[in-house]
């Protein structure tokens, strides 16, 4: 089976352009600490930002693999029916996938207060 990678090549983060979303990407980078982060954000497809996290340093990591820590992948992203994000719009965050750790139900709120929200989900474990 391959993988199909798709590219937007209208969206809004090409040719020396920064994404949308690139100021809460990198506010959400000072905001967060844990073990281990990979924060990234793009516009491709919609404005989005990728959290990916472990409660545990790589070192401890059985067999070296992130799916075998104590994980969660969040993402950012405008709130429901908009495709790009624009200065002063809500996003959502969203738990996308974890192992070991709490569940999160999905919040809509100003970047401020959702980055506030995931720091408290983290710092509570």
């Not at 798709?6 to 000072?30: F, N, Y």
């Not at 919609?46 to 799916?67: A, M, R, V, Y």
């Not at 790009?84 to 070991?100: F, I, K, P, Q, T």
Request: aromatic share 10%; charged share 25%.
């Amino acid at each position: 089976m391959s993988s199909i990678c798709v590219h937007d090549v209208d969206r809004p983060d090409v040719g020396g352009v920064a994404p949308k979303m690139q100021a809460i990407c990198d506010a959400t980078k000072e905001a967060l600490v844990a073990p281990w982060l990979q924060i990234r954000t793009d516009d491709n497809l919609c404005s989005s930002i990728t959290i990916k996290g472990s409660l545990e340093p790589k070192s401890e990591w059985q067999g070296g693999i992130w799916h075998n820590s104590r994980y969660f992948m969040f993402f950012i992203h405008p709130e429901k029916g908009k495709r790009y994000y624009e200065a002063g719009d809500r996003v959502s965050l969203e738990l996308h996938n974890c192992h070991g750790v709490k569940k999160f139900r999905k919040y809509t709120a100003t970047p401020e207060k959702v980055i506030a929200k995931l720091k408290t989900w983290i710092e509570s474990h």
